[in-house]
């Protein structure tokens, strides 16, 4: 285990008198490819106890709605079912009005030596580390599996993807990381389980689906129809990009078409629910796309921060593990110094702020409501399309994502209100919202990460600018808007 993912949350020592070593997981929502289980695992060796893997579901989380709340129960199905072939000790628990979750995890917590945990930089979970971690008598060791690098290495912030992939590539031509063990045996976690049973009301109900229609959600979202969470179709989603859509993702990804021939992954939510981890997709791709003969000797040691040639002499492959890397890490790194409660646009830099403070005053053509927004009632196909996609499946293409965050803050009388709106809209409906590049993603529209463009605009001064003419000019869109007018047609209305 690399130390430098390690983060010990509250310094106490073991709890002698504990029974178990107890794997809290919260981010990386899986077993194979698992930094913080990996740790937990050699812990409990260390230490001669068992293992228990505790994986629970609150309902009472922001924007909580049955579309999250099944895609994150499919993953842990999954992981009910690997656990069985481990035979791992996994406990879970699922809050249902009957069964609420108030002090579970503070009860198990009681017979616990050491707590080991996924130190994800975002939403909810920094603060419920904090809170966890001042309630126990034993150790809450949190483990960065959130990305190839330990995020400690980096000192700072980045100001440009630019400026980051240098550092990515320089860290990388030391010798890469150490990676997680890349899928568990059963003999591999032998003398772990002592039949410790979990208390009353732990695990996974027997029909999903009445279980979800007896819960109230604050959000009335339905899952979208034809996705599904968990590893199993996170790893099938993988072997079905790294065959026949990686090869075109250079120049096909930018292209807005309907999901099934765009050449991106489509793995965005597994990564953020855990499902599926970085590691494992970058060295699948790499193997694909080398025929199985890469090795870190074939990295360009030439010329680091070279986007089209660095990790591959595929410059499809480069181009993909540069998002997946860089542009990934960069929203990461842009939360993990001060895990942040709350991101808002005084997070953006002085350039941006004060051509927002030159030009609050501008006159809008068009000014619309959240809910005017929200059921795409807008004067523009285009961000009216982007924005029944998201609400009827949960995605967005990535290009016609940074256009409808560029025209909300062009059509809100604040620049606070555009930010409000983007991140409900966003957070809302989509597989991969409350996420670091979530955030990162919407205040990259009002500039964060960028360079000032010149001519100055209304609105956006000097904050890069792009409309739905150009976009029409740039790409076809006619196989697009056909795919959501089929979404459209196959219900009675925009909100099913």
């Not at 656990?83 to 108030?102: C, H, T, V």
């Not at 004067?379 to 256009?403: C, F, I, P, S």
Request: with cysteine; aromatic share 14%; proline share 5%.
């Amino acid at each position: 285990m690399n130390e430098e993912r390690i983060r010990n949350c509250n310094q106490k020592p073991m709890f002698p008198s504990g029974n178990y070593i107890l794997y809290w997981m919260q981010a990386y929502r899986r077993f194979d490819s698992n930094h913080a289980f990996a740790y937990a695992v050699s812990l409990a060796k260390e230490q001669n106890k068992e293992l228990i893997v505790y994986e629970g579901l609150r309902c009472d989380y922001p924007w909580n709605s049955e579309r999250i709340h099944k895609f994150i129960l499919e993953g842990m199905y999954d992981n009910q079912t690997r656990a069985d072939e481990l035979g791992i000790n996994y406990w879970s628990f699922i809050e249902s009005k009957s069964n609420p979750a108030r002090g579970v995890l503070k009860e198990i917590a009681k017979n616990a030596v050491a707590i080991v945990t996924d130190d994800f930089p975002c939403f909810i979970i920094p603060e419920q580390i904090n809170k966890l971690s001042e309630k126990i008598n034993c150790p809450l060791i949190a483990v960065d599996s959130n990305s190839l690098l330990p995020l400690s290495r980096f000192e700072r912030t980045a100001s440009a993807a630019r400026i980051l992939r240098i550092w990515i590539h320089k860290e990388f031509l030391k010798g890469l990381p150490k990676f997680a063990k890349p899928k568990w045996k059963k003999e591999d976690l032998l003398g772990l389980h002592h039949q410790t049973k979990p208390p009353h009301g732990f695990g996974l109900p027997k029909d999903l689906n009445s279980f979800l229609l007896s819960l109230d959600f604050k959000e009335q979202v339905p899952p979208a129809k034809g996705v599904k969470g968990g590893r199993t179709e996170a790893l099938k989603i993988l072997k079905t990009f790294v065959t026949k859509k990686i090869q075109n993702y250079e120049t096909g990804r930018s292209q807005p078409n309907p999901p099934e021939i765009t050449a991106t992954s489509g793995l965005s939510p597994y990564l953020h629910f855990g499902h599926i981890g970085i590691e494992e997709i970058f060295q699948s791709v790499l193997e694909a796309t080398s025929q199985g003969k890469w090795n870190p000797e074939r990295m360009s040691h030439q010329k680091p921060g070279d986007r089209d040639h660095f990790y591959s002499e595929s410059s499809s492959t480069n181009h993909f593990l540069d998002e997946l890397i860089t542009w990934r890490d960069i929203g990461y790194l842009f939360f993990w110094k001060d895990k942040p409660n709350h991101i808002n646009l005084e997070h953006l830099p002085d350039w941006v702020k004060a051509n927002f403070r030159k030009h609050k005053s501008d006159t809008r053509e068009y000014l619309y409501t959240l809910e005017q927004f929200e059921s795409a009632n807008t004067h523009d196909e285009l961000w009216n399309a982007a924005q029944t996609e998201l609400v009827k499946t949960g995605r967005m293409h990535n290009y016609m994502r940074m256009l409808w965050g560029k025209k909300v803050i062009e059509w809100t009388k604040t620049y606070e209100e555009a930010f409000s709106i983007l991140e409900h809209l966003n957070n809302k409906y989509a597989y991969d919202g409350r996420n670091p590049n979530s955030y990162t993603g919407i205040l990259w529209c009002f500039g964060l990460f960028d360079r000032p463009w010149f001519p100055e605009r209304n609105v956006f001064g000097n904050v890069r600018f792009m409309s739905s003419d150009s976009t029409k000019k740039k790409f076809k869109m006619k196989s697009y808007l056909e795919y959501i007018g089929e979404l459209s047609e196959n219900s009675d209305s925009l909100f099913p």
